[in-house]
């Protein structure tokens, strides 16, 4: 009975201390690994529990990217985690001769450039281990402006954060990100109805875009005008409405500016801005052309707010009635006219209801539309559909009505009334009426 005993507590022992061993190193752990492909790189996202420590290289025939993770333990079930993405074919672990290193072995479809760096703890992630793949052959993206006389007017869509950054947090879990791509998906779509206008995303699925990248892509695409979507969240559940916002570079004036400022670093923290570790001044974001431009891009911007922000009083609540201002990155690029819609508040829960209904989306998305529009019909860009096309102005006479003029133009009343906010079909003599312009 002694030795059968005496086994036992020998094989216990054992167990515990192979089991105490594999503690000993394995002091950090892989808990998720996440893949998030885009049109020009694809990211992985490894979530571990403490700061990696890390070393990788590359392999060819077949292509591989190697990556070892030093005193660490993988928990993740890796099979099925690249079928959606076309640069990776598997990931798997694979043996290391380094004791304690867990190997993950990336199979790869072509050579990539790569950019790997860690992230610390931030928001609702951890720490992390980003790895950016890059296509070396950047897709160009061809000029949406033709040379003749009937080009569309480019409007640039950034839906507000995407893949890692998941933006403001609702209390039952639902993502800002979603928000803003469902919005903003109604607008490309009303935007594209039009004739003369053409929307271009900025982001079109669930992947993070930097905030440099953004400027750039609303560059190469030559937009017109760039719109980015937001819906904002605060502290309290108090604050409700929409606003619109645009470029201040001066020092921000309200708790509520501070407030976007400080989120939009931590947006690109939370995305993976390696830039932004690497530096401690994000000024690098922003493209300052000359004065002359960066007046008029204002000016454009500021009118621009204030036709939406009227289209917007009418579908819901305004949570401030001017144009405010705040030194936002994604605005910075004073080429591009631009603003930042924030359509509610989703840590309001009057707001929040009406962020996911897909209706009030439609009708925001209108209300944008709608002021971008305005605006275009009065000052359309040289070269443009709606230059060719554009809104003439009549003056009213002795003896004119509202219903003669619009016969004068072949136009409706309604049209005309809506060009002009008239509340009413009564006009007085000299009054200046913009006529809209006829598809």
Same mark, same amino acid.
């Given at each position: 009975?002694?030795?059968?005993?005496?086994?036992?507590?020998?094989?216990?022992?054992?167990?515990?201390?192979?089991?105490?061993?594999?503690?000993?190193?394995?002091?950090?752990?892989?808990?998720?690994?996440?893949?998030?492909?885009?049109?020009?790189?694809?990211?992985?996202?490894?979530?571990?529990?403490?700061?990696?420590?890390?070393?990788?290289?590359?392999?060819?025939?077949?292509?591989?990217?190697?990556?070892?993770?030093?005193?660490?333990?993988?928990?993740?079930?890796?099979?099925?985690?690249?079928?959606?993405?076309?640069?990776?074919?598997?990931?798997?672990?694979?043996?290391?001769?380094?004791?304690?290193?867990?190997?993950?072995?990336?199979?790869?479809?072509?050579?990539?450039?790569?950019?790997?760096?860690?992230?610390?703890?931030?928001?609702?992630?951890?720490?992390?281990?980003?790895?950016?793949?890059?296509?070396?052959?950047?897709?160009?993206?061809?000029?949406?402006?033709?040379?003749?006389?009937?080009?569309?007017?480019?409007?640039?869509?950034?839906?507000?954060?995407?893949?890692?950054?998941?933006?403001?947090?609702?209390?039952?879990?639902?993502? $800002?990100?979603?928000?803003?791509?469902?919005?903003?998906?109604?607008?490309?779509?009303?935007?594209?109805?039009?004739?003369?206008?053409?929307?271009?995303?900025?982001?079109?699925?669930?992947?993070?875009?930097?905030?440099?990248?953004?400027?750039?892509?609303?560059?190469?695409?030559?937009?017109?005008?760039?719109?980015?979507?937001?819906?904002?969240?605060?502290?309290?559940?108090?604050?409700?409405?929409?606003?619109?916002?645009?470029?201040?570079?001066?020092?921000?004036?309200?708790?509520?500016?501070?407030?976007?400022?400080?989120?939009?670093?931590?947006?690109?923290?939370?995305?993976?801005?390696?830039?932004?570790?690497?530096?401690?001044?994000?000024?690098?974001?922003?493209?300052?052309?000359?004065?002359?431009?960066?007046?008029?891009?204002?000016?454009?911007?500021?009118?621009?707010?204030?036709?939406?922000?009227? $289209?917007?009083?009418?579908?819901?609540?305004?949570?401030?009635?001017?144009?405010?201002?705040?030194?936002?990155?994604?605005?910075?690029?004073?080429?591009?006219?631009?603003?930042?819609? $924030?359509?509610?508040?989703?840590?309001?829960?009057?707001?929040?209801?009406?962020?996911?209904?897909?209706?009030?989306?439609?009708?925001?998305?209108?209300?944008?539309?709608?002021?971008?529009?305005?605006?275009?019909?009065?000052?359309?860009?040289?070269?443009?559909?709606?230059?060719?096309?554009?809104?003439?102005?009549?003056?009213?006479?002795?003896?004119?009505?509202?219903?003669?003029?619009?016969?004068?133009?072949?136009?409706?009343?309604?049209?005309?009334?809506?060009?002009?906010?008239?509340?009413?079909?009564?006009?007085?003599?000299?009054?200046?009426?913009?006529?809209?312009?006829?598809?």
């Amino acid at each position: 009975m002694i030795k059968v005993m005496r086994k036992c507590s020998q094989k216990l022992l054992i167990i515990f201390l192979s089991v105490f061993a594999v503690n000993t190193w394995a002091i950090n752990v892989i808990e998720g690994v996440r893949i998030w492909p885009a049109p020009e790189n694809t990211r992985i996202v490894f979530d571990l529990s403490d700061a990696p420590k890390y070393s990788y290289f590359f392999l060819t025939n077949p292509n591989r990217l190697v990556i070892d993770f030093s005193n660490a333990d993988n928990i993740v079930q890796l099979k099925n985690l690249a079928k959606n993405d076309s640069r990776i074919r598997t990931v798997r672990t694979s043996t290391s001769k380094t004791t304690g290193t867990t190997r993950i072995v990336l199979d790869l479809n072509d050579t990539f450039k790569e950019q790997i760096f860690p992230l610390p703890a931030a928001g609702p992630y951890g720490d992390r281990l980003v790895v950016d793949l890059y296509d070396k052959k950047r897709s160009v993206i061809a000029s949406h402006k033709p040379k003749d006389n009937n080009r569309d007017i480019i409007i640039g869509i950034d839906a507000g954060h995407g893949g890692e950054d998941p933006g403001s947090i609702s209390k039952t879990g639902i993502y $800002e990100k979603k928000i803003t791509l469902n919005i903003a998906k109604k607008l490309q779509a009303t935007i594209n109805a039009e004739k003369g206008m053409k929307a271009v995303m900025i982001r079109s699925g669930d992947y993070f875009v930097n905030l440099n990248r953004r400027t750039q892509i609303a560059r190469q695409k030559e937009v017109d005008f760039l719109v980015s979507i937001h819906a904002d969240a605060f502290n309290t559940s108090q604050p409700s409405g929409a606003s619109v916002w645009i470029v201040n570079n001066s020092r921000a004036q309200s708790e509520l500016s501070r407030w976007l400022v400080n989120r939009e670093r931590n947006s690109e923290l939370l995305g993976g801005g390696g830039e932004l570790i690497k530096k401690t001044n994000d000024e690098h974001l922003a493209v300052f052309l000359a004065d002359l431009t960066k007046d008029k891009s204002l000016e454009i911007s500021d009118s621009m707010a204030r036709n939406v922000i009227t $289209e917007l009083a009418k579908v819901t609540k305004m949570h401030k009635k001017q144009p405010q201002n705040a030194s936002l990155a994604v605005l910075k690029s004073s080429d591009i006219p631009s603003m930042l819609v $924030e359509t509610g508040f989703i840590s309001n829960p009057y707001d929040f209801k009406n962020l996911m209904s897909s209706n009030h989306q439609k009708k925001l998305a209108k209300a944008v539309f709608s002021g971008i529009k305005k605006y275009f019909s009065q000052y359309p860009p040289e070269g443009s559909l709606y230059a060719n096309t554009r809104s003439t102005e009549h003056k009213i006479s002795r003896g004119e009505s509202l219903s003669l003029v619009a016969q004068r133009y072949k136009v409706s009343v309604k049209s005309i009334k809506l060009a002009n906010n008239l509340k009413s079909d009564m006009v007085k003599i000299g009054q200046t009426l913009t006529i809209p312009r006829v598809n």
